[in-house]
């Protein structure tokens, strides 16, 4: 299994090398044929470890692949550690990058960096393969940083735009602050543990439970708990948590398929996927799981908000992705790591779909993205409009979805949580599927329903979007209906992750809530009268009287709100602040330190004020040396005197 | 298997005697035959460095490859070198960046030809010199002596304001050096002898290691350089031909830390555990205060310059935490992992550094700018440039499956086990130094094309291409595997770690 794991990793690595270096010879068929080929294989792949693994019952496997170096006696080491957890982050990560490659087709059908595109994406497939089969800190840190910069070079892929550039800066920048935390975390870890192997270091975390450092005098902390507060702010970067969120939005400025395979389906549910693997840690501090609750829930409330006021059909979705996120962490702080991972998967799926759908009615709207100048597109295309449908209901959680299990069971399970903060995670959680619910039908009907409101050249032109185009959206449609029903009870209550995921007896919700679990279909039938479903239909309602029914309401409302309206419409001032505090600070603090330390103190001052110093010594003493006789032989005749009053004063003193 | 050739000899002076001839024989025939007879030198010289690889025993800490002869009988004064695992990564630096400078000056020097390329020949010898010397004064010569050609470079063939540069910079390390002169006299004194090996075991008190300590550290820390006497730098590099900003960079700065592993430690080590807490500083201020400065540059081999300090602070740090890491842990062997991350961040720095001033190069060359505002939309002209340019940044920025990487990371985690804060503020350079570096390559190489220069600027050359890609790939070779770079210094490290563990001020209390 060791070789096919390493073939299923490196597959997508030839392809994006192929396609990268060797583009221009292999033409525009020849790179997408090698990457989609050595991505499926990857994902063949990964569906046979699948089977082993979840249905044969094979042991996990845990194996060195080579000893990166040694230092200080501690070996580092690449590594696999192919568990429950990685296969299906596996399988997920493969087939949605599948998916996508053959969709890109279509849609950077005329893009003149064609073959580069493909290359990125591949090189992102093998970046996020490292990530999740790592069996150790480095490697997750290599995979973790890997990802980052494909998703730096993708965000800016058109790289004449100026918005894509400073997207693409901006987000290497705020995941890098929380690369800063992740990185003093592993460091921690080192420290603490003398290791990086994960299996060593969940081994030994129990005896280390009550171990407190200190980080300044007089204020001991539990190692622990900094350790996982370190670890979740660099989840924070990569998951885009509030305050780290503000890269995401902006990173819509890259190409469409990027927008679902990384910046929804997987590299933004690496934070999730990196808390759920280190279960053993963040379970021995509630402290640790609190911060991560609120913060979650902060992001699931508050960022959900802000999708009611977008126009710009990406950002809804993107803000939805924010939203989403938070239920996810929500679900890791409350313990039920296995809810969190099974709305990552769910998510995958529909979100990527709704990207995907996004991405056709682009196209069709020739890169128009305001939903302003949308409308009635159902009628031009239909399949387009099917597939958003499912991923709407998906999303907003439709008795019987995807999406509908794993939000239900991070809701009953936060709601069954001790964690301090659980009840603040469960409001949120339940105003959140309200809110998701107004802005995803909003943002249905502005886009498929009611009149049409584009120009009439754009109208005449309109029409469905190729097959390779609505393949992928029809593929990814079917896991959004059914991946629920299929994979709720095992993967929430059945024992499905083993162990690769640790909760302890008094944090674990999910078993609790098993008791009461009778059947996917029963669970079902329960959901109609819950008041999740009210929510989302009183959502839907609700969008469907402000946007079809009495379209100029909205406006008057926001008039109304004005106040609100406009801190929404700053995104709570985010940006504003960071713009000016962070990148402003650092410029100003960086041109005072060189123009008054530098420039000023050091090189004015002390450096050549020294040799002006040493010049004025020897203009001093050349005055000094006129060359006339009479000047010298007048020193001489004071020298004489001066020595002679000495004599004189010691003599008669 | 040990061949019996002097080899470590031949490194030095194959190069320093082939820089002589080209020089003067070089006047009398074509450019292009001296530039030949200048690569065949420099590829010999790497060709012999790589034996030494090759027959380097890594389980020994003793010196290898060692001779020793009299040079001066009355002053006892010996030519002996002799290199360990410690110096051996240094010297294959030293003649690999040597054969990259010479291609680098292929197409792009036209001026005294011959006396360029002796020059770095000559310079290299003197540095191979600087990192093999076992005697003190030999140490003492080569090292002054590397300073001329330098001199040379940057005053020939170098900028507008090359003669402010050039005095600037003899002056700075001559300085510094002058007092590294006076400790070795006092030492010689105290140890009877020049030999290095003497002076590490000779017996001292606190105050005088303290004294010795104060003027190695002028000496070294002019040269690293340290914050704050490190304003020399910027202006050497904007000054200097490319050529002369590699070898600066990428080797005569990693002088500055070979001092401190070489005579610092091992012979003051009770002074360096009392300054500690001074060297800390420093290295946190060169990390944070000049990464904030280099935010701020509008020239980019500025930039690069003041990067290049920030990153050396890792060196110092790296290797003066050890008494914090002892203080903590009980074991010096502790500080390893700090030591080696200060080693390879050496070695890594040399390639990064280098390959930054070589790209800054291939763009002055075509529009004989620096400055960032002149520049914007590179890509769209020079697209293959831009992709290996951006290898070289995102390394900068101590990107994961770069060499980069891999010091930053070692020193980082290794910090950690001596303070908390250490590691907190080292860290901030994930933030700076993505910031600086991408921000640049932003404004340089990304968005439409600027100005009708831009437009015409053509792709690099295959020359170009060959000496970037050599880059490349010794950046991502260690940063994908760089554990062949420490295996050659484990031992070594050991040994030193040792040395320093033995307090010298305790023996002489018990003699």
């Known amino acids: 299994m060791k070789d096919l794991c390493l073939a299923i990793v490196l597959a997508p690595l030839v392809g994006a090398i192929a396609a990268g270096l060797f583009g221009r010879a292999l033409g525009r068929s020849g790179a997408h044929w090698i990457t989609i080929l050595s991505v499926g294989f990857s994902f063949a792949g990964s569906c046979l470890v699948f089977r082993d693994i979840v249905f044969s019952g094979v042991e996990p496997l845990n194996v060195v692949v080579y000893t990166w170096l040694v230092s200080g006696g501690v070996p580092f080491q690449i590594g696999f550690l192919i568990d429950q957890l990685t296969i299906t982050m596996m399988t997920v990560v493969t087939f949605v990058s599948w998916m996508v490659h053959i969709y890109t087709i279509g849609y950077m059908h005329d893009d003149p960096g064609y073959q580069r595109f493909f290359s990125y994406i591949s090189l992102f497939t093998f970046s996020m393969l490292m990530l999740v089969m790592a069996n150790n800190f480095v490697q997750l840190f290599f995979g973790w940083e890997a990802v980052g910069v494909v998703s730096y070079l993708l965000i800016g892929f058109w790289f004449k735009r100026d918005s894509a550039i400073y997207a693409n800066l901006k987000a290497f920048l705020v995941n890098r602050v929380g690369d800063f935390g992740f990185l003093l975390g592993i460091a921690a870890v080192l420290t603490y543990f003398g290791t990086l192997d994960y299996a060593q270091v969940f081994a030994k975390a129990p005896s280390l439970a009550s171990t407190e450092i200190t980080l300044w005098a007089g204020h001991d902390w539990s190692l622990l708990s900094v350790i996982c507060l370190c670890l979740f702010v660099g989840a924070m970067g990569k998951s885009a948590q509030v305050p780290l969120h503000v890269w995401l939005p902006d990173s819509m400025e890259g190409p469409t398929p990027i927008s679902a395979l990384i910046h929804a389906a997987t590299m933004v549910t690496a934070g999730i996927f990196m808390v759920a693997r280190m279960s053993p840690l963040f379970e021995l501090s509630t402290t640790a799981l609190s911060v991560v609750l609120v913060i979650g829930s902060i992001t699931t409330f508050f960022m959900g908000l802000l999708g009611l006021v977008q126009h710009d059909i990406k950002r809804v979705i993107a803000y939805s992705t924010l939203s989403q996120l938070g239920y996810m962490t929500v679900a890791l702080g409350a313990s039920a790591y296995a809810a969190a991972i099974f709305h990552l998967f769910t998510h995958a799926f529909f979100k990527a779909l709704l990207f995907l759908a996004a991405g056709s009615v682009i196209i069709g709207m020739h890169h128009e993205q305001d939903m302003r100048k949308m409308g009635g597109l159902r009628r031009y295309m239909p399949i387009t409009w099917i597939t958003s449908v499912i991923g709407t209901l998906a999303l907003t959680g439709f008795p019987g979805t995807a999406g509908f299990f794993s939000k239900d069971a991070i809701i009953e399970a936060v709601k069954l949580s001790h964690t301090p903060g659980a009840a603040l995670g469960y409001w949120a959680c339940l105003i959140g599927v309200f809110i998701t619910s107004l802005y995803s039908f909003r943002l249905l009907f502005l886009v498929f329903h009611g009149r049409e409101r584009m120009d009439h050249h754009t109208q005449e032109h309109l029409h469905e979007s190729p097959a390779v185009v609505w393949i992928p959206l029809v593929a990814l449609a079917i896991p959004s209906i059914v991946a629920g029903l299929i994979a709720a009870g095992p993967m929430l209550f059945d024992g499905y992750f083993g162990g690769s995921i640790v909760v302890h007896a008094e944090h674990n919700v999910l078993e609790h809530l098993g008791k009461h679990f009778h059947g996917a279909w029963a669970f079902v039938g329960h959901g109609f009268t819950q008041a999740p479903f009210w929510l989302a239909f009183a959502g839907a309602a609700s969008a469907w009287f402000l946007y079809l029914h009495r379209p100029e309401l909205p406006a008057r409302i926001a008039g109304a709100f004005k106040p609100i309206h406009r801190i929404l419409e700053n995104k709570y001032g985010f940006d504003a602040f960071n713009d000016w505090f962070f990148a402003g600070g650092a410029r100003g603090t960086g041109g005072v330190l060189w123009r008054w330390g530098d420039a000023g103190v050091i090189d004015g001052f002390l450096i050549n004020g020294s040799a002006k110093m040493v010049a004025w010594c020897a203009d001093a003493a050349r005055q000094i040396q006129s060359g006339y006789l009479y000047h010298y032989a007048f020193a001489m005749i004071l020298g004489l005197l001066a020595l002679l009053g000495i004599f004189v004063h010691g003599v008669f003193a | ?511």
């Open chain 2, 1 to 511: 298997m040990h061949s019996d050739l002097p080899l470590l000899s031949l490194c030095i002076w194959l190069p320093i005697l082939g820089g002589l001839w080209v020089i003067f024989a070089g006047s009398r025939v074509l450019d292009r035959a001296v530039k030949q007879d200048a690569l065949i030198l420099a590829l010999a010289t790497l060709a012999l460095s790589l034996l030494l690889y090759r027959d380097f025993n890594a389980a020994s800490a003793t010196m290898q490859f060692a001779e020793r002869y009299t040079w001066i009988d009355a002053f006892k004064i010996y030519y002996h070198i002799g290199i360990d695992g410690i110096a051996l990564p240094l010297v294959l630096l030293t003649t690999f960046t040597t054969v990259i400078v010479v291609i680098a000056g292929w197409e792009v020097i036209e001026d005294r030809v011959n006396q360029y390329m002796g020059a770095f020949l000559i310079l290299e010898g003197l540095m191979v010199g600087v990192f093999s010397a076992l005697d003190s004064i030999l140490f003492y010569v080569f090292w002054e002596a590397m300073l001329i050609p330098m001199f040379l470079i940057i005053g020939i063939w170098g900028g507008p304001r090359r003669v402010y540069a050039t005095i600037k910079f003899f002056l700075y390390t001559f300085l510094g050096s002058v007092f590294m002169l006076v400790a070795l006299l006092y030492l010689h004194a105290q140890a009877g002898s020049f030999a290095l090996q003497d002076m590490q075991d000779v017996v001292l008190t606190l105050s005088e290691q303290k004294w010795i300590f104060i003027a190695f550290l002028l000496a070294f820390a002019v040269k690293v350089p340290m914050w704050p006497v490190h304003t020399w730098l910027p202006d050497a590099h904007v000054e200097a031909p490319t050529g002369g900003s590699v070898v600066l960079a990428a080797i005569m700065l990693k002088m500055g830390g070979y001092g401190f592993l070489r005579f610092s430690l091992p012979i003051t080590p009770d002074a360096a555990a009392a300054f500690d807490w001074l060297m800390i500083l420093l290295s946190l201020i060169a990390v944070v205060y000049i990464g904030f400065v280099a935010l701020v540059q509008q020239d980019m081999k500025k930039l690069i310059a003041y990067s290049s300090i920030s990153h050396m602070g890792f060196v110092t740090l790296g290797l003066f935490m050890m008494f914090d890491i002892h203080a903590n842990t009980g074991n010096f062997q502790d500080a390893a992992m700090g030591v080696e991350g200060a080693m390879v961040q050496m070695i890594s720095h040399g390639f990064i550094s280098g390959a930054m001033f070589l790209c800054v190069g291939v763009l002055y060359d075509r529009m004989h700018s620096r400055m960032i505002n002149d520049y914007g939309g590179v890509v769209n002209v020079m697209p293959r440039f831009a992709a290996f340019m951006m290898l070289f940044a995102m390394a900068n920025a101590g990107l994961p499956a770069t060499s980069g990487f891999v010091g930053e990371f070692l020193v980082i985690v290794s910090s950690f086990k001596a303070n908390f804060w250490y590691a907190f503020l080292a860290a901030t350079t994930l933030i700076l130094g993505a910031a600086y570096t991408l921000w640049m390559y932003k404004r340089v190489v990304f968005g439409e094309i600027r100005n009708s220069h831009v437009a015409e600027l053509t792709d690099i050359t295959g020359r170009e291409t060959l000496v970037l890609a050599s880059l490349a790939v010794a950046v991502l070779a260690l940063g994908i595997w760089p554990a062949p770079l420490l295996d050659v210094m484990h031992v070594s490290v050991e040994h030193l770690l040792e040395q320093v563990a033995q307090s010298k001020t305790s023996i002489a209390a018990y003699e």
